[in-house]
């Protein structure tokens, strides 16, 4: 069966009776996504998966939308449904090609983080990053989190057994307990958790806006690495620019950016069979870690 066929008979089950055809989207990696043309109403964006969802994979992602509009300011796709099968969203469109909108995205993206610092570290419970459960219990401190829920917790996935040796799996370790001299001790602040350039998209009238969030409070320089590290397009060079005047960002930031990203480097290794380069960077960035200085 097609994806479009699986997703036209979800909206159907649904109750979404209007809906004519589905045509598929390309972009996202974990589930499938398509474009629903309805009779008399605007067309919409759905995604669910091919085999059995992970049980609340689609509530959490509206919930974190909700966050990032609510708390954060951002601009996000209206949630017309969320069940346990199936996720329907108002139509975003594909991101301008010009350095004023990165600028843009500079100022929102700055703003949420500077406005919604935290006392602590994590989540009111648990979500999902990719089809992964992103774990967020609550820590004082940001190093033991970031080590524990966003590093070592992927240790134990097949596929990154698999993929590191003895000596990776003990130079993560002994990278997680340098994080505090390796790391600016920073306060915790609402991230969006998945923010590679595919998830940065416009509203209808050309505003940054953006999707499939893994949020928590965590350190701003998760999203920031995350954005860095995915082939950002050369006009998103004032984005950096940008955001670094905004945020006092100290001029040794970019040296950061591997160490933070390992945590996605991870996520990717643990869910997909094409690691898109991941298990490459994992190695380089745990290098000096390899053996005891």
């Not at 306060?187 to 009238?205: E, K, R, S």
């Amino acid at each position: 069966m097609s994806s479009t066929t699986v997703l036209l008979e979800r909206l159907l089950q649904a109750g979404m009776s209007e809906v004519v055809t589905v045509e598929p989207v390309t972009g996202g990696v974990a589930a499938l996504a398509g474009i629903a043309t309805r009779r008399d109403a605007p067309s919409v964006f759905v995604k669910g998966f091919a085999d059995a969802p992970a049980l609340g994979v689609f509530v959490a992602e509206a919930e974190g939308l909700a966050a990032l509009r609510e708390l954060g300011g951002m601009a996000t796709p209206e949630v017309l449904l969320a069940d346990p099968e199936l996720l329907v969203l108002s139509v975003l469109r594909p991101r301008p090609h010009t350095e004023s909108f990165w600028e843009q995205l500079a100022h929102l993206l700055a703003r949420m983080h500077t406005s919604t610092t935290h006392p602590r570290f994590g989540w009111h419970h648990d979500n999902w990053l990719g089809r992964r459960r992103q774990v967020n219990t609550w820590h004082d401190d940001g190093f033991a989190f970031f080590a524990e829920h966003r590093l070592l917790r992927w240790l134990g996935e097949p596929r990154v057994e698999a993929a590191l040796d003895a000596a990776d799996r003990a130079a993560l370790e002994r990278l997680c307990r340098r994080l505090p001299d390796l790391l600016p001790d920073r306060p915790a602040c609402l991230t969006h958790g998945d923010l590679w350039t595919q998830n940065i998209m416009a509203t209808p009238d050309g505003q940054p806006a953006l999707i499939d969030p893994a949020v928590s409070y965590m350190w701003a320089e998760v999203d920031l690495a995350h954005v860095w590290s995915t082939s950002p397009p050369p006009e998103a060079q004032r984005f950096f620019e940008v955001y670094a005047h905004l945020t006092s960002l100290d001029d040794g930031w970019q040296a950061r950016m591997p160490v933070i990203q390992l945590r996605q480097h991870l996520a990717v290794l643990a869910q997909f069979d094409d690691d898109w380069g991941a298990g490459e960077q994992i190695r380089a960035t745990l290098a000096p870690f390899r053996t005891r200085s």
